[in-house]
């Protein structure tokens, strides 16, 4: 079985998908070690890792090299969290999602929101978008090929629960493989979006939103941390590199 049929499944199981999230091939290969059964990338990580901040400010392809580099070093399957598709046209964005799936992942996390300014792609351009990523990636032979839609309406939207059924439900009808809501907590909320979208639901772990055994029970299908983990280790460094030139003392290196 192939990887993308593998990561399929693991959103068809009764089981939660806890997907952990990797920025470079280290952190990719000690998701692995401690047993996560597939691994996502997360931007912001790959970004701050290589000194910029996030929202494509780096270039695509240094961003498919550090993911190829992920895919390669695991056996596990790997879904790729590549923006809104680092291109101003429907064309570029097409062909960068082919360049990815090249890479050897079994899926991406594509996002509506505009990248150049505050605001959402209009519902039907998006879902143009994932029709015709669709209609690409089972032309090349990516039958099958994960794509996990991200709604960005509960980051920039007061009231946004109809308004992200309805866009889950478009992207779902035009080929999306599930939809991801970054920012939804409530659990009544998580309940209406899994019972009116015939799709997975994706939940980010946030300050409070962090039990999957909870999301699970709420319906949810695949849960994630995002960019938590990569902060947790560079403020981790950080706090160490400043513990180091304060005291000129390297002993806390080798405490337990």
Same mark, same amino acid.
Request: glycine fraction near 8%.
């Given at each position: 079985?192939?990887?993308?049929?593998?990561?399929?499944?693991?959103?068809?199981?009764?089981?939660?998908?806890?997907?952990?999230?990797?920025?470079?091939?280290?952190?990719?290969?000690?998701?692995?070690?401690?047993?996560?059964?597939?691994?996502?990338?997360?931007?912001?990580?790959?970004?701050?890792?290589?000194?910029?901040?996030?929202?494509?400010?780096?270039?695509?392809?240094?961003?498919?090299?550090?993911?190829?580099?992920?895919?390669?070093? @695991?056996?596990?399957?790997?879904?790729?969290?590549?923006?809104?598709?680092?291109?101003?046209?429907?064309?570029?964005?097409?062909?960068?999602?082919?360049?990815?799936?090249?890479?050897?992942?079994?899926?991406?996390? $594509?996002?509506?929101?505009?990248?150049?300014?505050?605001?959402?792609?209009?519902?039907?351009?998006?879902?143009?978008?994932?029709?015709?990523?669709?209609?690409?990636?089972?032309?090349?032979?990516?039958?099958?090929?994960?794509?996990?839609?991200?709604?960005?309406?509960?980051?920039?939207?007061?009231?946004?629960?109809?308004?992200?059924?309805?866009?889950?439900?478009?992207?779902?009808?035009?080929?999306?493989?599930?939809?991801?809501?970054?920012?939804?907590?409530?659990?009544?909320?998580?309940?209406? $979006? @899994?019972?009116? @979208?015939?799709?997975?639901?994706? $939940?980010?772990?946030?300050?409070?939103?962090?039990?999957?055994?909870?999301?699970?029970?709420?319906?949810?299908?695949?849960?994630?941390?995002?960019?938590?983990?990569?902060?947790?280790?560079?403020?981790?460094?950080?706090?160490?590199?400043?513990?180091?030139?304060?005291?000129?003392?390297?002993?806390?290196?080798?405490?337990?």
């Amino acid at each position: 079985m192939n990887k993308i049929n593998t990561f399929n499944e693991l959103h068809s199981t009764e089981d939660l998908l806890f997907l952990g999230n990797a920025w470079d091939q280290l952190s990719a290969l000690a998701l692995e070690k401690a047993g996560f059964k597939a691994i996502g990338t997360t931007s912001f990580g790959i970004a701050r890792s290589l000194g910029f901040t996030d929202g494509e400010n780096i270039d695509f392809d240094s961003h498919l090299k550090i993911i190829k580099r992920i895919a390669d070093s @695991v056996k596990i399957p790997v879904s790729a969290d590549i923006e809104a598709g680092y291109g101003e046209d429907m064309d570029t964005i097409v062909s960068n999602v082919l360049r990815t799936a090249d890479a050897g992942v079994a899926g991406i996390n $594509i996002e509506d929101s505009l990248k150049k300014q505050m605001g959402l792609k209009e519902v039907e351009q998006h879902s143009c978008l994932l029709s015709k990523m669709r209609t690409e990636l089972d032309r090349t032979g990516f039958e099958g090929f994960y794509i996990n839609a991200r709604i960005d309406t509960y980051l920039q939207k007061e009231h946004p629960l109809l308004e992200t059924i309805d866009r889950a439900k478009a992207y779902a009808e035009s080929g999306a493989s599930g939809v991801f809501v970054p920012g939804l907590s409530a659990d009544e909320e998580i309940k209406e $979006i @899994v019972f009116h @979208v015939n799709a997975p639901l994706n $939940i980010l772990s946030l300050p409070g939103l962090t039990n999957g055994t909870k999301l699970k029970e709420l319906g949810v299908k695949r849960f994630s941390f995002g960019n938590a983990l990569s902060d947790k280790m560079i403020s981790l460094l950080e706090m160490n590199a400043a513990h180091l030139l304060e005291y000129s003392d390297t002993a806390h290196l080798y405490e337990k």
